[in-house]
T-cell receptor, first 111, second 116 residues
Framework: RKEVEQDPGPFNVPEGATVAFNCTYS??????FFWYRQDCRKEPKLLMS???SGNEDGRFTAQLNRASQYISLLIRDSKLSDSATYLC????????????FGTGTRLLVSP | GAVVSQHPSRVICKSGTSVKIECRSL??????MFWYRQFPKQSLMLMAT?????????EQGVEKDKFLINHASLTLSTLTVTSAHPEDSSFYIC????????????FGSGTQLSVL
């Protein structure tokens, strides 16, 4: 089983739609969780951290369910510029030594 | 803000040649640099962790004699792919944690290596 699993997509949605991505992780000792965004052949960029209580940043909402080892990202009012690959990232310790990246979920937002 | 400068951005080389990729931290000191490889439609895979002034730590399955890593200073880390073969063709990218790490890694812009 992969350490971090994501549905690769692509998710094709129209502008203005709400879309949700899910991610599961296998190591129950994982300490921290993040969503990164990666455009084609570009470097990943941190989108947001994921906290146990859930957190929101504008149109983006992240949720964590430790019991189910499940992370989600919700994007409301999708924009064309949201088209990218969204990477679920899990940190296996409290430092930075073991960040594990999922394969990513590709999102395509169309006019 | 902190920036990691990586170059070259693209390399096309013949099989058997060696290719050096450089990553420089600008405006901050990177005592640690992570080197990743990403094949098409796959996740970023950590290859090795370089530490300034000491030997790099390689992940399981990564040949240290093939992928030479040098972290000569607090601002420069290099990855040399020795005797490159077509199967080494991939996207290589480096990253460094900021001082106050909160999941934020500063990534280089990546190097697309194509070995003919």
């Amino acid at each position: 089983r992969k350490e971090v699993e994501q549905d690769p997509g692509p998710f094709n949605v129209p502008e203005g739609a709400t879309v949700a991505f899910n991610c599961t992780y296998s190591n129950s000792a994982s300490q921290s969780f993040f969503w990164y965004r990666q455009d084609c052949r570009k470097e990943p960029k941190l989108l947001m951290s994921v906290y146990s209580s859930g957190n929101e940043d504008g149109r983006f909402t992240a949720q964590l369910n430790r019991a189910s080892q499940y992370i989600s990202l919700l994007i409301r009012d999708s924009k064309l510029s949201d088209s990218a690959t969204y990477l679920c990232v899990v940190n296996l310790n409290t430092g930075f030594q073991k960040l594990v990246f999922g394969t990513g979920t590709r999102l395509l937002v169309s006019p | 803000g902190a920036v990691v400068s990586q170059h070259p951005s693209r390399v096309i080389c013949k099989s058997g040649t060696s290719v050096k990729i450089e990553c420089r931290s600008l405006d901050f000191q990177a005592t640690t640099m992570f080197w990743y490889r990403q094949f098409p439609k796959q996740s970023l895979m950590l290859m090795a962790t370089s530490n300034e002034g000491s030997k790099a730590t390689y992940e399981q399955g990564v040949e240290k004699d093939k992928f030479l890593i040098n972290h000569a200073s607090l601002t420069l880390s290099t990855l040399t792919v020795t005797s490159a073969h077509p199967e080494d063709s991939s996207f290589y990218i480096c990253s460094a944690p900021g001082q106050a790490f909160k999941g934020k890694l500063f990534f280089g812009s990546g190097t697309q290596l194509s070995v003919l």
